[in-house]
């Protein structure tokens, strides 16, 4: 099985601080995705990458950048977190962009105070 | 602009009843998922279909989807309390789009 592993569970951070929430993939998967999660919103699409160093915009990229380096893993970066930006956050990746399903990592749920 | 329409957001019911989710969607797509979450977890996926007219059924859940309609069900036959998640539909093409999930409580 696809394993997609994001390295904190829980994070606090103060307002202003560079966030780095990192996601690894296990799989060769061209494509990871991250996305927030909010109550009543459901799950809105930050960025994604289909390729080594290549990166697109999702539905709600603002305040928000990406980095993939190597393929396995997809980090989402928070320039300088604000309380808006208090979230969960999950990473998902899949082996191409629209045939297959995506595996989620267990999420990060992000507090900015 | 796709976008994805559950409904309801709120789902209660007695275990053993019978109840429909919908989800619609606004364009063209022959590929539909569905998947489940747990409070404080990540989301597993139950089913993808397909194709117009695909059915899945897993235990007490029953997908179907048709494309023309631009619509897919998600139907619970006779509940029991381990259904209580919150279930999404989501809907290709490019990187998923996702509805807002249906929060489903089944109590005794």
């Known amino acids: 099985d696809v394993k997609v592993t994001q390295s904190s569970r829980y994070l606090v951070k103060r307002t202003g601080e560079k966030v780095f929430l990192e996601c690894v993939q296990d799989?060769?998967?061209?494509?990871m995705f991250w996305y927030r999660q909010d109550p009543g919103l459901g799950l809105r699409l930050i960025y994604f990458?289909?390729?080594?160093?290549?990166?697109e915009k999702g539905d709600i990229p603002e305040g928000y950048s990406v980095s993939r380096e190597k393929k396995e893993r997809f980090s989402l970066i928070l320039e300088s977190a604000s309380t808006n930006q208090t979230s969960m956050y999950l990473c998902?990746?899949?082996?191409?962009?629209?045939?297959?399903?995506?595996?989620f990592g267990s999420g990060t749920r992000l507090t900015v105070v | 602009e796709l976008k994805v329409e559950q409904n309801p957001l709120f789902l209660s019911m007695q275990e053993g009843k019978n109840y429909t989710i919908y989800c619609n969607y606004s364009?063209?797509?022959?590929?539909l998922y569905w998947y489940r979450q747990d409070p404080g977890k990540s989301l597993e996926s139950l089913f993808v279909?397909?194709?117009?007219?695909a059915v899945k059924q897993e235990g007490r859940l029953m997908a179907s989807l048709d494309t023309k309609a631009r619509l897919s069900t998600l139907h619970i036959t006779a509940a029991v309390h381990d259904l209580s998640a919150t279930y999404f539909c989501?809907?290709?093409?490019?990187?998923?789009?996702f509805g807002k999930g249906t929060r489903l409580s089944v109590i005794a």
């Open positions: 279909l397909l194709s117009n007219g």
């Open positions: 989501a809907v290709l093409p490019g990187p998923l789009v």
């Open positions: 998902a990746s899949s082996l191409t962009l629209g045939a297959y399903g995506y595996t």
């Open positions: 799989m060769d998967h061209e494509n």
């Open positions: 364009t063209t797509s022959d590929r």
């Open positions: 990458s289909y390729d080594v160093k290549m990166k």
